[in-house]
């Protein structure tokens, strides 16, 4: 294979693997304070919906802000079940999956007539960071990317901090790990779970939105495709901390690239082959992590 | 009768009128009279048998999916892969019937067909939900996600098979199978329908179900839900528990892959699970995880599906996807009446993930030593 198809396959995998960091994060803190949103896949459809609805009046960054409003108004929607109702979250989780996936298309269909052209919004367009983009390599891979790959860097490393540096990060990993002693010592559980999955769920909905807005500009029913799933895969392979998630993310995103754009070469294998890997693959992960998670598990059982 | 019940109750109907307003307020979205919107809805179901008989097609494979689903939810197994597991049984029941035909000839006769291609198809989707079962048991993986992934290597092993070695070779639009044995196809149930006799397996699914419901396993995965330990301790180990029952919902799966292709289809076509897997596991908790809820769940499912055509046609102007934002609200109002009637709906994290105290040290084994030496404690427990 050619160097510039290698090229080609790494910026495509930085930009697959955006999204997935955006939501990945955000569903870090959601596992880290003891809650699990099953409802991602849900939340991002609809924030590519609205991302793309709002882009088409307001342009790109307007698609995203509405992404991460359709994301805040769902997890608040799931607090309430989960919490005031005290409906299960589990199946909270697959029917906000459900009904996302429905309600986009609907909305979807009522907005573009099937048989009409679909409408295509402006996207974010890319960066060019002057000199650096013409490094080799590194040039169009780091330097020249879309505005929501260095938006996914800036906030994976606010979320590093908000985690590591906060109070907020203290009282969710708190929480997270013993809800009991957490409130003897004066946490609310409720009130930092609620605060976590507001947080996750904001970030679904723009990492939704970025699918949509920041390379595709527009929208197609059912296009998030399975990745809010890949999302809670990578966050257990992750060990729920912002680089493991990231790295998870970039794997995947590698992958996905390398499958999309590798069939074009003389690598014969069926295009199946290609399109199944990066979900084999991070099984294969999501089973090794498990096992070491096991493993150490036992290690401590062992010492203890 | 109890506050609770009357809660449960209340909540039952506040959920039903919240899910016909939203209803309402799509249809008005979308610039239409819900009126005739609704006259739409019941005409798509019942204007013709045909119809009826969609009502029917759509209902079975979902019914049966979420009947043998039962188990792994009591069990707090949350399996979304039937989707998965549908297709890889009707690979087998389709290749299964060919291979036949091969060995025998034309002269095959139908009950035979019948019953090599359903045990194909139950063996496939069990063999391909001991895989997730195994390795949840094992090392813990999350049967939500490992099921989830192999959903996407089944439909990748679909599209290869239609293109090479159970491909069609005649030139078709859509990659499909050759049409399968006349003698090997389901009789039809009502005629000018595509309604076949496959529904009589959902009786025999409930019929079965209602004796396993009777069994002392049924009771070790009830226990097993609530308090792990005390079923390791009466022999549900979580290695047993989870490979049991995810072996019924992946043979029931199977079972339906076979039926889409021998009742629907009449040969294998990348459309084979057509979301039945989902909605199958929609229906087992809008059920009540029970038989009758089950049937009267995939039925109405079916309808809104049917209807929704209807609907489509009547209108002009709403999607039929409108039934889908419907069954989203409507399993979103089960989660929630469902919190009133405690024990319907395992708690999920008995068998997503491996308890503190089991693992790799082995406590299955300690479990059994526990259970040999017979403490009075656990007993009593049990009896309780």
């Known amino acids: 294979m050619s160097g510039e198809l290698w090229i080609s396959i790494l910026v495509g995998a930085l930009a697959l693997a955006a999204p997935l960091v955006i939501a990945g994060i955000g569903e870090g803190f959601v596992e880290r304070a003891g809650r699990l949103n099953l409802g991602i896949e849900g939340m991002m459809i609809l924030g590519a919906f609205a991302g793309v609805y709002a882009a088409s009046i307001a342009g790109p960054w307007a698609g995203l802000a509405a992404g991460a409003v359709v994301g805040v108004v769902l997890g608040a929607g799931v607090n309430a079940l989960v919490y005031a109702l005290r409906a299960n979250e589990i199946v909270v989780g697959v029917a906000v999956t459900m009904l996302g996936l429905g309600l986009s298309t609907y909305l979807f269909q009522l907005w573009v007539p099937a048989g009409t052209t679909n409408v295509s919004v402006d996207t974010l367009g890319r960066v060019d960071l002057g000199p650096l983009s013409d490094l080799p390599v590194a040039g169009p891979v780091l330097f020249a990317q879309s505005p929501v790959v260095y938006a996914a860097a800036v906030l994976l490393v606010l979320m590093w901090a908000l985690a590591r540096l906060t109070r907020f990060g203290l009282q969710v990993r708190a929480v997270g790990s013993d809800p009991i002693s957490a409130a003897l010592r004066g946490v609310r559980p409720r009130a930092v779970g609620e605060r976590a999955l507001l947080l996750g769920g904001t970030l679904a909905g723009l990492a939704g939105a970025t699918i949509a807005v920041g390379s595709i500009g527009a929208f197609t029913p059912g296009m998030t495709a399975g990745r809010g799933y890949i999302v809670l895969a990578i966050v257990i392979m992750g060990r729920m901390t912002p680089i493991g998630i990231a790295l998870g993310a970039l794997l995947f995103g590698f992958l996905q690239s390398f499958s999309l754009l590798a069939q074009s070469t003389a690598i014969q294998l069926p295009s199946e082959v290609y399109a199944t890997l990066p979900y084999l693959v991070t099984l294969i992960v999501l089973v090794l992590t498990s096992r070491a998670a096991l493993r150490r598990h036992a290690a401590r059982l062992r010492t203890a | ?384």
């Open chain 2, 1 to 384: 009768m109890n506050r609770a019940r009357v809660r449960s109750l209340a909540l039952t109907a506040i959920v039903v009128v919240v899910v016909a307003a939203i209803a309402m307020a799509l249809i008005l979205v979308a610039g239409a009279d819900p009126l005739v919107g609704l006259r739409g809805l019941v005409e798509g179901v019942s204007s013709s048998p045909y119809r009826v008989g969609e009502l029917l097609v759509g209902a079975v494979p979902v019914a049966i999916v979420a009947l043998t689903l039962v188990p792994a939810l009591r069990a707090g197994v949350f399996s979304v892969g039937a989707e998965g597991q549908v297709v890889v049984g009707a690979i087998a029941a389709t290749a299964a019937t060919f291979g036949m035909r091969g060995a025998l000839g034309d002269a095959a006769p139908a009950p035979a067909y019948w019953l090599v291609g359903a045990v194909a198809g139950a063996l496939g989707g069990a063999l391909f939900a001991l895989l997730p079962a195994w390795l949840a048991a094992r090392w813990g993986v999350n049967v939500i996600l490992s099921t989830l992934l192999l959903n996407y290597v089944a439909s990748g092993s679909l599209g290869w098979t239609l293109r090479t070695w159970l491909a069609s070779p005649e030139n078709t639009a859509t990659p499909q199978s050759d049409a399968l044995p006349a003698a090997a196809a389901l009789p039809d149930l009502l005629p000018g329908t595509r309604a076949h006799v496959g529904v009589l397996l959902v009786v025999v699914a409930v019929v079965v179900f209602e004796l396993w419901r009777r069994s002392r396993h049924a009771t070790r995965v009830r226990v097993f839900a609530e308090r792990p330990a005390l079923a390791r301790r009466l022999g549900a180990t979580r290695t047993r528990t989870v490979l049991t029952t995810m072996l019924v919902s992946g043979a029931g799966a199977g079972v339906v892959g076979w039926m889409q292709v021998a009742g629907v289809n009449d040969r294998l076509l990348g459309s084979v699970s057509g979301g039945v897997g989902f909605s199958g596991l929609a229906v087992a908790l809008l059920g009540g995880l029970l038989p009758v809820g089950i049937a009267a769940a995939a039925v109405f499912f079916s309808a809104l599906a049917v209807g929704a055509v209807g609907m489509q046609s009547a209108t002009g102007t709403v999607p039929s996807s409108i039934a889908d934002v419907i069954k989203g609200v409507l399993l979103l109002g089960v989660a929630v009446v469902a919190a009133t009637r405690p024990g319907l709906v395992a708690p999920a994290h008995a068998a997503a993930a491996p308890p503190p105290d089991d693992g790799a040290l082995g406590a299955d084994e300690t479990a059994g030593a526990l259970a040999a030496s017979g403490e009075p404690v656990i007993a009593e427990e049990a009896r309780a």
